[in-house]
């Protein structure tokens, strides 16, 4: 059963995936922009090429004959995925997904206008103009998101009409891949966000749910993450019954993180990717029978997930870069590996620059102990590990 994969993205979740991979016997070749990127340390070959040009990306496809095409980022030229897929090679989790949810324009409007699911008004811009009189009709505050883009890049909020061209000229910067075209949100008010971690099955396996997490943002960017998150029974059956309609109408087998508003009105969708998610690095922790990179790893293989399991509650916390280095280094590392109940990740990138996640800390406890202590222990933990320049 030994598979031949190309990872498309070979960041800290793809050198996660490309573990996984290799305790059970797979073969991955990691591609990516810039050379000894994360997955590409430990993987059993690597490309460095721009996944944007489409000639390139052939040549590596041709080179290698995968079985199987993991993309792990939005910066692909995903248009050529529906030709492999014409080959004989399965892109995960399928060209259809993989090329609708790299940009945020056609996965909104597949869960709005299509399957009819609740989102936040919403338009779309591609001048400071648009973005003007996209801002008039959606009302302020809003946020702004380039359409393809990725932990956070571009994204800001709105208070006011003088935030408009900052806004604008950030998400032009922070944009992945050729598309200059942003998308407008109105704010919704809600209590909390949550990422449903669901995993499709081929054979007619049914479709599989994580417990909820749940997360805090900064710059568009995940601070913390726990697991489980507080959920009513309500809105956990709303949230399963969008993100099975979604993930179904894009096919495939894999993991999908999507992420949703809980409001005083219900359930709104916000986001989807077809891959393991950042915030789902709390199931590192053990939370898990699987973690969310076995989970993506069994789904593609058509290995049958029997059930997903809470095990424990636990919780993560970003490890960020303050300054810029080509060789950045680590202090309060062993202050962080004495911590009990705690373990932690650091990714291994080469280079570092100011809020870059350069690693994260993990925490578990009992059933016993509140969710919020979990969270206080990891981002404290986290604290202990310096990067320095």
């Not at 029978?289 to 593609?300: C, D, K, Q, T, V």
């Amino acid at each position: 059963m030994n598979k031949k994969i190309v990872l498309l993205g070979s960041g800290e979740l793809g050198k996660e995936f490309v573990i996984a991979a290799q305790r059970i016997g797979q073969t991955v070749i990691a591609v990516d922009s810039y050379a000894q990127a994360p997955a590409m340390q430990i993987a059993d070959a690597f490309e460095v090429i721009n996944m944007l040009d489409g000639e390139e990306l052939d040549r590596v496809i041709a080179k290698h004959q995968p079985d199987f095409i993991v993309p792990e980022i939005e910066a692909i030229r995903t248009e050529r995925f529906y030709d492999y897929e014409k080959q004989g090679i399965t892109v995960v989790p399928s060209a259809k997904a993989a090329n609708f949810t790299m940009n945020r324009k056609a996965i909104r409007d597949l869960a709005a206008k299509e399957l009819g699911l609740r989102t936040a008004n919403y338009r779309y811009a591609t001048t400071k103009e648009e973005l003007e009189q996209a801002v008039t009709e959606v009302g302020i505050p809003c946020v702004v998101k380039p359409l393809m883009s990725s932990s956070g890049k571009g994204q800001s909020t709105i208070k006011n009409e003088s935030d408009i061209e900052k806004a604008w000229n950030y998400a032009v910067e922070g944009s992945r891949g050729d598309i200059i075209e942003v998308i407008v949100e109105a704010f919704v008010k809600f209590n909390s966000e949550i990422t449903l971690l669901t995993v499709t099955q081929n054979n007619n396996l049914p479709t599989l749910f994580c417990a909820p997490i749940g997360h805090r943002q900064e710059r568009g960017d995940y601070q913390e993450s726990w697991q489980p998150a507080r959920v009513t029974e309500k809105d956990i059956l709303e949230a399963q019954n969008m993100a099975k309609k979604v993930t179904e109408a894009l096919g495939g087998a894999g993991i999908f993180g999507v992420e949703f508003f809980l409001t005083d009105e219900g359930v709104y969708f916000s986001e989807l990717s077809p891959r393991p998610h950042d915030t789902g690095m709390v199931t590192l922790a053990g939370t898990q029978n699987f973690n969310e990179f076995e989970l993506h790893l069994r789904a593609i293989l058509s290995l049958p997930i029997a059930e997903i399991t809470l095990e424990k509650p636990g919780a993560s916390a970003v490890i960020l870069a303050s300054e810029n280095s080509e060789n950045p280094t680590f202090t309060g590392v062993e202050a962080i590996a004495a911590q009990p109940k705690s373990d932690f990740r650091l990714f291994g990138k080469p280079t570092s620059r100011p809020y870059r996640r350069m690693g994260v800390a993990l925490t578990y406890d009992t059933f016993e102990t509140p969710i919020e202590e979990i969270v206080e222990r990891a981002k404290k933990i986290a604290t202990l590990v310096k990067v320095n320049a």
